[in-house]
C-alpha cells in the first residue's frame, strides 16, 4: 500500500503501553478484516503460552484489525503471533494442495469418461 509520497506502508504496527513488558501487546494490521482475524486467533489461542488473543476491527469503514495477545510465563507476544502466522500459512497451503490435487483428479476422471 503506498503513501502519500509513494513510501510504502507498514501492514503490521506494534502497539505497547509504556512500561508493559513484552507479553502484552496490541498488533494493528491494516488492510485486513474478520479472514484473517479470526483464522488467527484460533491458531494462537492454541499455544499453550498464550492466556488472551482477541481482534477487533475498529470501525466498519476502515480496513484494519487491533490484534490483542497476552501471554504467560515472560514469553514475548511477537512469538505466538509469529508461530500462529506461520501454522496458518501451513494450513492454507495443505487446503490449496488439496484442492487443486481433486481439481486434477476430477479433471482426469472427465477425460477418460470422454474417451
Same mark, same amino acid.
Request: proline fraction near 3%.
Given at each position: 500500500?503506498?503513501?502519500?509520497?509513494?513510501?510504502?506502508?507498514?501492514?503490521?504496527?506494534?502497539?505497547?503501553?509504556?512500561?508493559?513488558?513484552?507479553?502484552?501487546?496490541?498488533?494493528?494490521?491494516?488492510?485486513?478484516?474478520?479472514?484473517?482475524?479470526?483464522? $488467527? @486467533?484460533?491458531?494462537?489461542?492454541?499455544?499453550? %503460552? #498464550?492466556?488472551?488473543?482477541?481482534?477487533?476491527?475498529?470501525?466498519? =469503514?476502515? !480496513?484494519?484489525?487491533?490484534?490483542?495477545?497476552?501471554?504467560?510465563?515472560?514469553?514475548?507476544?511477537?512469538?505466538? $503471533? @509469529?508461530?500462529?502466522?506461520?501454522?496458518?500459512? %501451513? #494450513?492454507?497451503?495443505?487446503?490449496?494442495?488439496?484442492?487443486?490435487? =481433486?481439481? !486434477?483428479?476430477?479433471?482426469?476422471?472427465?477425460?477418460?469418461?470422454?474417451?
Amino acid at each position: 500500500m503506498a503513501g502519500v509520497d509513494g513510501e510504502k506502508k507498514s501492514v503490521l504496527e506494534m502497539v505497547q503501553a509504556d512500561g508493559a513488558d513484552e507479553g502484552c501487546v496490541t498488533f494493528v494490521l491494516h488492510e485486513e478484516d474478520h479472514t484473517l482475524g479470526n483464522s $488467527l @486467533r484460533y491458531m494462537v489461542m492454541k499455544s499453550l %503460552d #498464550v492466556d488472551f488473543c482477541g481482534y477487533s476491527i475498529t470501525h466498519p =469503514s476502515e !480496513s484494519k484489525i487491533n490484534f490483542r495477545i497476552q501471554t504467560r510465563g515472560g514469553v514475548p507476544a511477537v512469538e505466538p $503471533l @509469529r508461530r500462529g502466522l506461520n501454522e496458518l500459512t %501451513d #494450513v492454507c497451503q495443505h487446503v490449496l494442495n488439496t484442492f487443486q490435487r =481433486s481439481v !486434477s483428479e476430477f479433471r482426469s476422471q472427465q477425460e477418460d469418461v470422454m474417451e
